[in-house]
């Protein structure tokens, strides 16, 4: 076995022998028909101009009022030319599936959202809106509550990140909209996407999550923040120490609600309500509404605006599989998927702390890269862990259920459960780790003798069929990639 050349993975890491490529991001190229566009009135300005001129009386000519004019055109003809200077990333060529490209045919523009604000959603990747952001952002823009519902991977942060970028005042040095997420690792990615997507805006992010130092946390809230992403125990802690000011808050966003709303958060979710003013905006987000759900909305939303893009629970793009075996045919099992099949990075569940150990332990033995994560590490491994996996610096992630939630890596493109979850909601979540934003993904399940009834009850659930594993599986449904990439 090579040595890890990098040799600084503290806890939770597992070095083997090679690496995965860096995970290509999901970029796309704005229509060019646009530019065409834009490029043509470009061309009918001097002529309109033109016209004036002519039909205008030299007597009538003010210095003042020309000098105007000519500054007003040459402000004119900048905000043609925004869109050609900006940075754009190389296009995303991957096939798409309909949970994704299934839309009204809307523009970002269309919402006359701040330029700014374009720029960064354009310099993000971004080129139209997918179905839930065409369906929520217009709603939120309105300061309408809502209730939406649509599946893991098509788009849910940035139907709520524009809206509440859109909505803040960057004059007004106070705290004006919170976004509340179950989990530290999620915390971070919303605050990131927050960040780029607002990078021509004036607008001051922070990100605060148990685990990590309060006192810097405290000291950070005596600068601007326009923006708090965090876990509900965090923020609230602040506000009840008189560091974190909410009478400015006008949204409060809830990713993952239906987790928010579960009996570990909920009683400080409804604290941390009673210190925002009566007039705020309430948003919930979810692939699922459990029925606890409802007397939350009915207590503190108003007239909610609801969204339900759940035709099917599953995504369309993941292809589902189960391999019959006995425990201790698991390890086994594992290698030899390992050796078959194209896997650009893989994250694979177990259902204790202690089995994510020593799974990532064995696969380590049979020679491939590997971190692991759980909750009982210390944030800064787990931080450490989160950022070295999405940045491609392994290919295989071994993890707890902390990792099923909102949680978005492009290049994953296989997930097993190598230990079979027992409800339906874990399934869900967890298989939409693969097939991110309409691409292509691969879930394949262990499945032992105990399993049986739980893979059968979760089908019904779901509305969907797990099929029994072939001999082969064809690389097309479920690498997205022209080019198939080899190593470990």
Avoid at 128 to 137: A, L, T, Y
Avoid at 258 to 283: A, G, H, T
């Amino acid at each position: 076995m090579n040595s890890n050349s990098r040799g600084r993975f503290g806890p939770g890491t597992m070095h083997g022998r090679g690496y995965p490529p860096y995970a290509q991001p999901n970029y796309f190229q704005r229509n060019p028909m646009q530019s065409n566009l834009h490029h043509i009135s470009q061309q009918q300005w001097p002529r309109r101009n033109q016209v004036e001129a002519e039909t205008a009386s030299i007597d009538d000519i003010n210095p003042k009022e020309e000098e105007k004019r000519i500054q007003s055109e040459g402000i004119d003809s900048s905000s043609q030319n925004w869109k050609a200077q900006l940075k754009l990333p190389p296009t995303d060529t991957r096939y798409k599936t309909e949970d994704v490209t299934v839309t009204k045919g809307n523009e970002f523009e269309d919402y006359f959202l701040k330029r700014e604000l374009l720029m960064g959603i354009y310099e993000k990747g971004f080129e139209r809106p997918s179905p839930i952001q065409e369906e929520s952002i217009p709603i939120a823009l309105t300061g309408s509550d809502i209730l939406a519902r649509a599946k893991n991977g098509t788009g849910k942060t940035a139907a709520f990140c524009i809206p509440a970028l859109e909505k803040i005042d960057q004059n007004k040095n106070s705290i004006q909209v919170v976004i509340l997420v179950p989990t530290r690792e999620l915390a971070l990615q919303t605050s990131q996407v927050c960040k780029e997507l607002g990078k021509h805006l004036k607008i001051q992010v922070m990100v605060t999550t148990g685990g990590t130092s309060l006192k810097d946390d405290i000291m950070r809230l005596y600068q601007p923040v326009h923006l708090l992403v965090g876990t509900p125990g965090r923020i609230l802690d602040l506000v009840k120490k008189g560091v974190c000011i909410l009478k400015d808050c006008s949204m409060l966003v809830m990713d993952e609600a239906d987790k928010l709303l579960s009996q570990e958060f909920q009683p400080l979710v409804e604290q941390l309500i009673s210190f925002l003013p009566e007039n705020r905006q309430i948003l919930l987000f979810s692939a699922t509404f459990p029925v606890t759900v409802k007397a939350f909305k009915d207590k503190f939303l108003l007239r909610p605006y609801s969204i339900n893009l759940m035709d099917e629970l599953t995504l369309k793009g993941i292809t589902q599989y189960y391999a019959f075996v006995e425990e201790r045919q698991k390890v086994h099992c594992l290698n030899t998927l390992f050796s078959k099949l194209q896997i650009n990075q893989s994250i694979i569940f177990c259902n204790s702390v202690n089995r994510v150990e020593l799974l990532a332990k064995k696969i380590t033995e049979l020679g491939y890269s590997c971190f692991y994560i759980h909750a009982k590490m210390l944030q800064s491994h787990r931080n450490r862990v989160f950022h070295d996996f999405r940045n491609g610096a392994c290919r295989n992630l071994v993890c707890s259920d902390l990792f099923t939630r909102g949680i978005d890596i492009q290049a994953v493109n296989v997930v097993i459960n190598f230990d079979f979850p027992k409800n339906a909601e874990t399934y869900l979540h967890r298989v939409g780790r693969s097939g991110r934003f309409g691409h292509l993904g691969l879930a394949i399940s262990l499945i032992t003798y105990e399993d049986r009834f739980n893979l059968y009850r979760i089908e019904q659930e779901l509305g969907t069929e797990i099929k029994q594993i072939p001999p082969q599986i064809d690389q097309a449904i479920y690498c997205n990639y022209s080019t198939v990439q080899h190593g470990n």
